[in-house]
Each structure stands twice: as structure tokens, then as C-alpha cells.
């Protein structure tokens, strides 16, 4: 039974084992369309890192916000079409790893680091933050009220970037605080990760999940490139409108996109759970 244990806890099965794992979840979401090919590859070798670096429950985490915000997007999605975004609901590479690079890179320095554990803090939140963006975005879209962008409050059409509502901010703490459930209930199950209460991980995580989608939110309202079709008036995300006409720019930063934004909000999240995490022993 030891030289069992032994062997299921070595790093190096951890790796093996990790990325089949990842790269057999990521086969069944590109079979349900909830992952591109390439999205699917990148999902596989993000999973596979973060298990094979930082353990067994940060893979668990990450699963955790993969399988229900996916399912939370199918279902909006048959409830209400995507608008003018960008992309689908199918996630590609650029997608996952505008998602997923951060914990990914959280798991590679709690490897690296002398004192891993503000790193796995930083890694769950930033989990969060994308958790917490994704909830607060879909759970809005089914908002029978207008929503208002964040920073003056005018209406604006459902999907629109930086705009909230209270149905789509509750969803955000929910988002937020479910992988900060998911994270805490790991150190009942015996994740190691010393001296950090539960209460204190699942406050953290929670608090930083939320935080980031609410500079995704400002962000979007502010600085992400938005566009205008020129025959059809109308504002959308895409340098292509859906009718065929390139678009122009409308207000933003051309290069400042929705998955820029969303890497930027998920790196606040893994920036206050990296602070927050150093401060116990």
C-alpha cells in the first residue's frame, strides 16, 4: 500500500497522469463543442501543468470552473443568442489561454518558489477571476433588463462590454465564490497548503475573483475596442459584422480586445491572491 501511495503521489506520475487526464477532458469538450481543436490542445497542456506542478486539487479547481462555465454558457446560449461578441461559445486557444495562462504560470512558480503556498493562493484566484467574469457574463445575458455600463450608468444592449447588471453581478460573486469553495474544501481533503486557514482561502479567492471581474467590467468600458458596422449602424466586437461589412473603430484601443481585458482582469485576481497569500506564515 505504500509503494502505492509512493507511487501515485511521485511528480512524475503526477505529470503523466495529469495531462491524460486533462487531454481526455479536453477530447470530450471539443465532442460537445464546448472547446475548438486548438482550444482543446491548449485546455490539455494548461490542465496538465497545472497538475503536474502544483497538485492534484488545483487541477480539481480547475475543472471545477471549466465544467460549469461551459454548461452555464450552453445554457444561455440556447436562452438567448451571443450577440455581437466576438467569438462563440466554442473556446479556442487564444480563449483558454487568456483564461487559463495565469493559473498555468501561478503553478509553475509555487514549483519554482521557496514558499509555494502564495502562489497556489494566487492560482486559485485567478480561477476565480475567470470564473466570476464568465458567471457574471452569462447569468446576464439572461437578464430580462437592460443592463448599464459601469462607468456612466446609461443603458446599454444585452452583451454589451462593461455593462452590469444585478442578475450578471450576482452570478459574478457566485462564480467567484464557488471556486473559492472548491479551493477551501481541498484543504478538508488533505491539499497541503500550510499555514492558510480555509476560511481565509475560500475569503480570498472569493474576494479576488470578484474584484477582477469588476476591472474586466471598467475595462471593457472603457478601453476595449469596440466597432460599427457602417450598413447596419450597429456596435459589435467583431473587425467583421456578421453581414459582411468590415467594421470601423468605434471607441477603445484596437488592440485592446476581450481576451486582453480578460487577461488582464484575471492577472488582478492572481495579483491581490499573491499579496494576500504572503501575509500568512
Not at 70 to 88: I, M, T, V
Amino acid at each position: 500500500m505504500s509503494a502505492l501511495a509512493d507511487f501515485t503521489g511521485s511528480q512524475e506520475t503526477r505529470w503523466c497522469i495529469g495531462f491524460l487526464v486533462a487531454a481526455l477532458v479536453a477530447s470530450a469538450a471539443c465532442r460537445v463543442r464546448a472547446l475548438t481543436m486548438s482550444g482543446g490542445i491548449a485546455a490539455a497542456l494548461v490542465g496538465g501543468t497545472i497538475v503536474g506542478t502544483a497538485g492534484w486539487w488545483p487541477g480539481t479547481v480547475l475543472v471545477a470552473f471549466f465544467i460549469t462555465s461551459s454548461g452555464l454558457s450552453r445554457y444561455s446560449a440556447a436562452r438567448r443568442p451571443a450577440g455581437e461578441q466576438a467569438r462563440g461559445h466554442r473556446r479556442d486557444a487564444v480563449q483558454v489561454l487568456a483564461n487559463g495562462g495565469v493559473p498555468a504560470f501561478c503553478a509553475l512558480a509555487s514549483a519554482a518558489a521557496d514558499s509555494p503556498c502564495p502562489w497556489l493562493v494566487a492560482l486559485c484566484a485567478s480561477v476565480a477571476g475567470a470564473a466570476s467574469d464568465t458567471w457574471g457574463t452569462e447569468v446576464g445575458r439572461l437578464s430580462r433588463s437592460r443592463p448599464r455600463l459601469v462607468t456612466t450608468w446609461q443603458t446599454a444592449p444585452t452583451g454589451t462590454s462593461g455593462a452590469v447588471s444585478l442578475p450578471g453581478t450576482l452570478g459574478s460573486v457566485a462564480g467567484a465564490l464557488l471556486i473559492g469553495l472548491v479551493a477551501g474544501s481541498g484543504l478538508v481533503l488533505g491539499w497541503n497548503v500550510p499555514g492558510i486557514p480555509g476560511v481565509g482561502i475560500i475569503a480570498t479567492v472569493t474576494l479576488a475573483g470578484f474584484a477582477g471581474s469588476i476591472v474586466d467590467s471598467v475595462l471593457g468600458a472603457t478601453v476595449q475596442a469596440s466597432y460599427r458596422c457602417p450598413d447596419c449602424d450597429q456596435l459589435t466586437e467583431r473587425r467583421v459584422h456578421r453581414c459582411g461589412t468590415a467594421t470601423e473603430l468605434a471607441g477603445g484601443v484596437r488592440w485592446m480586445n476581450n481576451d486582453t481585458v480578460n487577461l488582464l482582469a484575471v492577472s488582478i485576481s492572481a495579483g491581490l491572491g499573491l499579496a494576500a497569500g504572503a501575509v500568512w506564515p
